[in-house]
């Protein structure tokens, strides 16, 4: 693990672009270690003034929408193009152990055996709130090394989706055609969400399918109303087996970054989050200091185990809890 004495070094090889800084600079901010989490605090500071050039894309999908093939087949076209990509792939299933991290490079094989391309597996071990955070911060870390693209990968699962969409600039959504999917979107709320809507798989038998979804869509998005007045999010098709829609998807996203960046939609865009990223992290170190004493852990066992067994309302145990705590913030 780094150490103070290195840091100095580490930047200066992660600015100039190394790979291997890079790593080392990510196993340092994932580390819950006290002091490991102090030098990642220094470490931010330092990259900060070279972030912010980063296209930041997210890219979500139920299992087997065909993430992996289709982040294989736009980054693998991004690359032609000269640009450096760098995916973070977050995986709520997977332990804390890190075990995904064969898993992702054989699910990326082209990818991750590029020069000008960097994939980091994400295990989430079920604490959401944290992800977000650390996945904010490894964000910004691959744009201090240079990639001109981010994507952050995840599962279309519930909150996990939310949480992405609030990190990234611009959210696609990866869907699939027939079988109800269409409405499922629809019910999750994904069409709100999204930037850009892809239906992928469209090849072989199934092509006529995801014409229809496609324009099942694009009905619904005329009826809905609009995330930011400039953007009108597109749904587009694609074949990422084929390798096939995938330049128009990438033109989409430019075209995105051209209409945000009219009076000055992205920069507003991408301060609300720093500040609501910077919230919300306030929030949950609060309250973790709260609740690091024990006294007010047991206030807040006895509350519970009261309301438990009927001895007080929930409201009164609220208002117990609360009470105690400002008292004691008061002395
Ligand atoms: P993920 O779970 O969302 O990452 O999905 P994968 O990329 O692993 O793809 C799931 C399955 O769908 C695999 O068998 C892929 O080969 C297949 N697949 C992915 N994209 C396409 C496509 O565009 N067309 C077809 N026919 N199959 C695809």
Redesign the pocket.
Known sequence: MLSLDQLDNTVARLLAGDRVALAQGMTLIESVHPAHQALATLLLDRIMPHTGMAKRLGIT???????????EALGGYVLTLGLKVAVIAIDPSSPLSGGSILGDKT?MSLLSRAQRAFIRPVPTGGYLGGTSRRTRELMLLCEAAGYDLVIVET?GVGQSEVDIARLVDCFLS?QLAGAGDELQGIKKGIMEMADIIVI?????D?RARVMLTAQMYRASLTIMRRKYPAWAPPVLT?????ARGITDIWRAVDDFYQRMAVDGGLTALRKRQQLDAMRKQIEENTLAALFARDDIQDRYRRALEQVENHSVSPRAGVEDVTRYIVEKINH
């Not at 992928?200 to 072989?204: L, Q, V």
């Open positions: 999908g139920v299992p087997g929408a065909g993430k992996s093939t289709f982040l699910r599962v990866l992928n798989k469209d090849d072989g199934n694609c074949s990422a087996l084929e």
